[in-house]
């Protein structure tokens, strides 16, 4: 699509059961850096419930969609968010294994989305496009930078691309329920800016606990180590900056960034097929 098309294009979303293995895989997975994976084991944590909550957010306005095609797609995210969740519980369940307390970590997740449930379901669902743009561009720049993914043990590369692919498949979704039964502009950024805030401070936080409860962590090194690598050369979290910054354009759309060749690259490397399988929800 180029940058100035708004309208949805229907995408193919495969349903897959995931099929993971991390017994193998060094404590520090990620360049072999504390920070690093701390960082991204955080972030992990946050997925299982946060996966739960986007579905709970788009399946409440399900029956209001008038675009048949656009409640198979949500089916089919319904069921891609649900195996990603349990995906990452049997990744959050090897990092306690291997000796960090994510229990406070959890409840202070479980805290946040329970005072999310207070809100409206459209403040809800917009809540849950903000995030879901934060883990489309995360999984863009894993599916199209290969030097970034080579930094991952070989254990967890499988998991994360894998995620990556489902979460660009299904990018759109959310954000095309929004749009139908909502479509508020103001409501959309303005939410993004609180989330932006939010969520990065609160993933932060869980670092923190995660790096102050490991005596091997490496404490301000690592993290002066893990900042460069963020914010500096490579810089992954600069790069993300632009494409974050496209949400704010009134005429966005997730898939204005076309993402469809490191897609099927992915899927190539990973062996996945494109196969559509029907959901439960959808052929009852």
Not at 30 to 55: I, K, Q, W, Y
Not at 58 to 69: E, G
Not at 207 to 222: A, E, I, V, Y
Not at 253 to 260: G, I, N, V
Request: charged residues 25%; neutral net charge; contains cysteine.
């Amino acid at each position: 699509m180029s940058a100035t098309t708004t309208a949805r294009t229907p995408r193919t979303i495969p349903v897959r059961k995931g099929s993971f293995s991390f017994d193998e895989a060094p404590t520090y997975w990620c360049d072999g850096e504390p920070s690093l994976t701390h960082l991204l084991n955080a972030l992990s944590v946050s997925f299982p419930d946060g996966e739960r909550m986007f579905m709970e957010a788009v399946a409440h306005f399900r029956k209001d969609l008038k675009d048949p095609a656009l409640r198979k797609e949500v089916a089919h995210f319904l069921a891609q968010e649900a195996e990603h969740a349990k995906a990452h519980e049997a990744f959050n369940a090897w990092v306690a294994w291997r000796g960090f307390d994510l229990e406070p970590l959890y409840a202070s997740v479980r805290e946040r989305i329970a005072l999310g449930k207070k809100a409206s379901p459209h403040f809800r669902l917009a809540v849950t496009c903000a995030l879901e743009h934060f883990t489309a561009i995360m999984a863009e720049q894993l599916l199209q930078e290969p030097d970034l993914l080579a930094r991952f043990a070989p254990e967890m590369q499988k998991l994360w691309l894998w995620h990556a692919v489902e979460e660009t498949e299904h990018k759109a979704v959310a954000f095309d329920v929004y749009q139908e039964v909502d479509g508020s502009y103001a409501r959309r950024v303005l939410v993004m800016m609180l989330i932006t805030v939010r969520f990065t401070t609160h993933v932060a936080w869980m670092k923190r606990q995660l790096m102050k409860k490991d005596p091997r962590s490496g404490g301000f090194l690592s993290n002066v180590r893990g900042a460069w690598t963020l914010w500096g050369n490579p810089g992954w979290f600069r790069k993300l900056v632009p494409a974050y910054l496209d949400y704010y354009r009134r005429d966005f759309h997730p898939w204005d960034r076309d993402t469809e060749a490191a897609l099927e690259r992915a899927r190539e490397k990973l062996g996945l097929d494109r196969a559509v399988s029907t959901p439960k929800d959808e052929a009852a």
